[in-house]
């Protein structure tokens, strides 16, 4: 069974202050892609890195995969109070063919404080 | 240019009835994936399909529930003789192939089960 851990579960920061929150597991991923999830909504994709040691940057979010393509993380810059959201990230399967089956983490709640 | 639909948006049973929760995907996708999201916990894979096949149903549970993708119209997701643990939201994505690598995933905005 594959796993994701992402930390830290809750973060609380003020506005203009950076941040980073982790994702990470002892399985092997063909991808892994973070989403953002607001209250009564469905989560709505950020990125999707697919190489070890892949970087993308989306206007203030960095994204980085890790070398073993095991583990990820998102750097928040100077964050605002529209950052605010569940993070999830995401592992797509690298096993008998089920790279489909996404393998979800529980979350990061960030809540950006004016 | 219309996103993944999702009907109705709360749901409410009592213990017993059938739940049935719709799915349109985006326009051009031919591939549906259902999942759950229990409070507390991440979201779940339950079903993928695609028109007129169940391709893994492997995160579904075996007794009550069902999914379909017909040829036309939207695909359904059944819940036969709700209990209160069917209680979570349950979402409904999209993609134009089966596979997130390239595309990412298209997510409805989800139904609410509630089972009183």
């Known amino acids: 069974t594959q796993l994701l851990e992402q930390s830290p579960q809750f973060l609380s920061i003020q506005e203009g202050e950076n941040l980073t929150v982790y994702c990470n597991s002892s399985?092997?991923?063909?991808?892994l892609q973070w989403y953002r999830q607001e209250p009564g909504e469905g989560p709505v994709l950020l990125v999707t890195?697919?190489?070890?040691?892949e970087v993308k940057k989306l206007k203030r979010l960095t994204f980085q995969f890790g070398d073993a393509r095991k583990d990820s993380s998102l750097h928040i810059t100077a964050a605002q109070p529209g950052d605010t959201g569940l993070y999830l990230c995401a592992g797509e399967g690298n096993s008998g063919g089920s790279n489909y089956k996404l393998t979800f983490g529980k979350g990061t709640l960030l809540t950006v404080n004016p | 240019n219309a996103g993944v639909m999702q009907n109705p948006r709360h749901l409410v049973r009592r213990r017993g009835q059938e739940a049935r929760l719709r799915c349109s995907p985006m326009?051009?996708?031919?591939?549906v994936y259902w999942y759950r999201q229990l409070p507390e916990e991440g979201l779940k894979f339950m079903v993928y399909l695609q028109k007129e096949n169940i391709i893994d149903e492997s995160g579904m549970p075996k007794e009550r529930f069902s999914a379909e993708f017909p040829k036309e119209g939207p695909s359904i997701l059944r819940i036969q003789q709700v209990v209160r643990g069917d209680s979570a939201a349950y979402f409904c994505?999209?993609?134009?192939?089966?596979?997130?690598?390239?595309?990412?995933?298209?997510f409805g905005s989800g139904t609410r089960l509630t089972v009183v």
């Open positions: 399985s092997v991923f063909s991808s």
């Open positions: 326009k051009g996708h031919s591939h």
């Open positions: 994505a999209s993609s134009p192939v089966g596979s997130s690598s390239n595309y990412g995933y298209t």
């Open positions: 890195v697919v190489t070890g040691g």
